[in-house]
């Protein structure tokens, strides 16, 4: 979504989408504790899009390239966090099973 508002940030009348991808999980997360996970899992979780309500510039666009730049800083933060606590799991995980074999 991000990569769609700054291609578009000069494109008349296109209002910048958002996603909450911590929403979404959340709710995967919350459907595989009380065991109500899709049949596609919690791998395919939908984010839901939603338009921007931030005021229009004078061509009715209203995509800020300094705040999509901070949106994607943020998210590849967010994401190096998760994919080094993941990573930490498993190697917890393999010392668990190599030491217990």
């Known amino acids: 979504m991000i990569a769609d508002n700054i291609a578009n940030v000069d494109t008349p009348h296109y209002l910048a989408g958002r996603v909450s991808f911590e929403d979404s999980i959340q709710r995967a997360l919350e ?4 065991g109500r996970v899709d ?5 395919s979780v939908a984010a839901d899009r939603t338009m921007s309500d ?5 061509n009715g666009n209203n995509v ?8 994607q800083t943020t998210n590849e933060l967010a994401y190096s966090t ?5 990573n930490g799991k498993f190697r917890l995980l393999r010392t668990a099973i190599s030491q217990g074999a």
């Not at 459907?31 to 009380?34: D, P, Y």
């Not at 931030?54 to 004078?58: I, S």
Request: charged residues 20%; glycine residues 12%; hydrophobic residues 50%.
């Open 31 to 34: 459907g595989a504790r009380t």
């Open 39 to 43: 049949a596609a899992g919690v791998g």
């Open 54 to 58: 931030a005021a229009t510039r004078l």
């Open 64 to 71: 800020s390239l300094d705040d999509e730049v901070v949106s």
């Open 82 to 86: 998760v994919l080094e606590a993941m």
